[in-house]
Nanobody
Framework: QVHLVESGGGSVPAGGSLRLSCVGS??????KAWFRQVPGKEREAVAS????????NYADSVKGRFAISRDNAMNTVYLQMNSLKPEDTAMYYC???????????????????WGQGTQVTVSS
């Protein structure tokens, strides 16, 4: 069993930065990812990172602005978000327990464990 808790969300103006954290307990040496969701829309993949951190993936909409990283000693995965835009406003969720391979990391149903989310609001 894996338990995930996100933190670090908040309200920032456009162009600002935030760093989200996701602390895990249980069997947390797994692929991890960040997803985001706005009301009325499907949850979308933002970034993923392999067990050791050597492989990362990003959605095209955040490439060059967001960076995912992890500290396995602290059971924590991070999402550094720079140059934030109003369209980045969403609830951000941490995920673990990837059951797929390769490019399927964007498929929400392939992730088994989810946190409760942290809200990010970017004002124009």
């Amino acid at each position: 069993q894996v338990h995930l808790v996100e933190s670090g969300g908040g309200s920032v103006p456009a162009g600002g930065s935030l760093r989200l954290s996701c602390v895990g307990s249980g069997d947390t040496y797994r692929w991890k990812a960040w997803f985001r969701q706005v009301p009325g829309k499907e949850r979308e993949a933002v970034a993923s990172i392999s067990r050791g951190g050597a492989t990362t993936n990003y959605a095209d909409s955040v490439k060059g602005r967001f960076a995912i990283s992890r500290d396995n000693a602290m059971n924590t995965v991070y999402l550094q978000m720079n140059s934030l835009k109003p369209e980045d406003t969403a609830m951000y969720y941490c995920a673990a327990g990837f059951a797929g391979a390769g490019g399927t990391w964007t498929v929400m149903s392939l992730w088994r464990y989810w946190g409760q989310g942290t809200q990010v609001t970017v004002s124009s």
